[in-house]
């Protein structure tokens, strides 16, 4: 199988994964939305729940991704099983360390973390009781996803993406069943994140045990630990940035409503979640998979075939998230309104998410982008280029979010991550292509042309077709709106593959020959 085929079969399995869980999460967030709308309790727990995920990503999943990947298959490759599951062990016993201390510092100083992450809380004293309830109970999630991030590293490490993929699907089923039995008490969404955490933690288990890990290593020693900590520390600061870049400086703006509006941390974290769904089941999913044999290319010294994977996945990126870019600005109101507007979640909570999603939709591909390229550095064991690319992007969210905050109010904050994540993914292409040489500029350029184009067109067909739709059969349910976006979303498809043949997209006959050898 070659190199591009095997990562697409890995990235299949990931987004089938994704798939579920979003598919799961959006029936979540629906649910959500109508017991909680984007009032007091929506905004406190999205904001609980963010402090924990914050840290996951920023000494669980991101470290994995960048520092725990590379080294497991360098010892993999260099010293066989017995050594690659000893250091898998040691790992095991120091990441069960820090979360522990970061868990027991995170609930006693919950009150003071939350103030620092949304001081408008301030003017509410209630708003802020609540939030920091929910931010102690959750905080000990911190904990099961750690371990689950630990476990994808390892796994992903010997390439196998099942277990971890198909994990967060059960986080979302918990917090639907809780959400039906609690309902409207806040503290029922702490019981299924909590709940959810630990049935992930039980399914990663089994494979591990499976594929040879015994877990009686006590150790904290071991050679590659320090030269994890040199690859780790710079990737700690990379995702403080980026975090910061994301979560905190939103979180923290949003939360000033005399200026940005009510309910602007409920419609950032929904339009999120939409906007989220096709960068996770793909342009995520294929940089996961992509990671180990990217790794894998440097330690066995195979340059040319590296920048052939680097210039096939930039190109997978476009292909997809283009277009979904494209469908996400056309259909922005009737798609937040057909999965949201019921309940306690009205007219103008779907205004205000709608005009969200419509400007991070801007940023999708430039997010899709970054996620290849970063772990095209990772790869290489380079984890201080990134943050020096993503410090500066933080300085251009800042100035951005503060200009366009006040004119166009939640949605600046949209538009300023937008260009930011815009100006992030350029330099690091930029600077990726002097480091290995170049990686088919020519082939990049002239498939990225032809698929905006095909993109332009469908998104255009979108918008008036949808209109059309719901002019000549006016929704009188939920039913009848779902019917008439789904109907939208297909035909939308079936134009810009048709656009595509018609340009000579190249990676249309990709996928077409792809999918006649799985026959």
Not at 295 to 307: E, L, Q, V, W, Y
Not at 339 to 365: D, H, K, M, N, P
Not at 469 to 488: D, E, G, M, Q, R
Request: glycine share 8%; with cysteine; net charge positive.
């Amino acid at each position: 199988m070659s190199t591009n085929r095997s990562i697409a079969k890995s990235a299949g399995i990931i987004g089938a994964g994704t798939l579920l869980s979003r598919v799961f999460g959006f029936v979540r967030d629906i649910i959500f939305a109508a017991f909680f709308g984007t009032g007091i309790y929506a905004q406190a727990f999205v904001v609980a729940f963010t402090i924990p995920n914050l840290l996951r990503d920023l000494i669980g999943e991101g470290a994995t991704n960048a520092a725990v990947v590379p080294i497991l298959v360098e010892e993999l490759t260099q010293n066989g099983k017995d050594a690659f599951w000893k250091l898998a062990n040691i790992l095991l016993n120091l990441i069960l360390v820090v979360l522990t201390a970061v868990t027991i510092a995170g609930v006693l100083l919950a009150k003071p973390i939350v103030i620092a992450m949304v001081p408008g809380f301030l003017e509410d004293p209630y708003k802020l009781e609540v939030t920091v309830a929910l931010t102690r109970m959750i905080f000990p999630y911190l904990i099961f996803i750690g371990l689950v991030a630990y476990a994808m590293g390892v796994l992903n490490s010997i390439k196998h993406f099942a277990a971890p993929a198909f994990g967060p699907f059960l986080l979302n089923v918990s917090l639907i069943v809780c959400m039906l039995i609690w309902r409207q008490d806040p503290m029922g969404l702490g019981i299924g994140v909590l709940l959810g955490g630990l049935l992930q933690v039980i399914i990663q288990i089994p494979p591990l045990i499976k594929r040879g890990m015994v877990f009686d290593q006590r150790s904290f020693l071991h050679p590659k630990i320090k030269k994890i900590g040199r690859l780790l520390i710079p990737r700690i600061f990379g995702s403080s940035v980026y975090l910061i870049n994301v979560y905190i400086i939103s979180r923290v703006l949003a939360s000033m409503e005399w200026i940005v509006g009510k309910g602007a941390i409920a419609a950032l974290y929904l339009a999120s979640r939409i906007w989220q769904f096709p960068l996770a089941i793909f342009a995520i999913a294929l940089a996961q998979a992509a990671l180990p044999t990217l790794s894998g290319h440097i330690a066995t010294k195979r340059p040319n075939d590296f920048r052939n994977a680097i210039g096939f996945l930039l190109r997978a990126v476009c292909f997809v998230l283009i277009p979904a870019s494209a469908g996400l600005i056309a259909l922005a109101v009737p798609i937040t309104k057909t999965l949201f507007e019921r309940g306690a979640f009205g007219a103008y909570s779907t205004q205000i998410t709608s005009f969200v999603l419509l400007f991070y939709s801007f940023g999708l591909l430039s997010y899709g982008v970054i996620k290849i390229l970063v772990n095209g550095f990772y790869s290489m064991q380079d984890t201080k280029t990134p943050v020096k690319i993503a410090a500066v992007s933080l300085v251009v969210n800042i100035i951005l979010s503060v200009l366009l905050m006040f004119p166009l109010k939640v949605a600046g904050l949209a538009l300023a991550n937008s260009i930011a994540g815009i100006f992030n993914a350029t330099i690091l292409l930029i600077i990726l292509r002097k480091r290995i040489g170049g990686f088919g500029k020519k082939k990049l350029v002239t498939s990225f042309l032809r698929i905006l184009v095909a993109s332009l067109l469908m998104g255009i067909f979108a918008f008036w077709f949808n209109g059309f739709l719901n002019s000549t059969f006016v929704p009188v349910s939920t039913i009848c709106s779902i019917i008439n976006l789904a109907v939208t979303i297909v035909a939308s498809i079936l134009l810009y593959i048709a656009a595509c043949y018609i340009l000579q997209v190249k990676e249309l006959e990709e996928v077409k020959q792809w999918l006649s050898r799985k026959r």
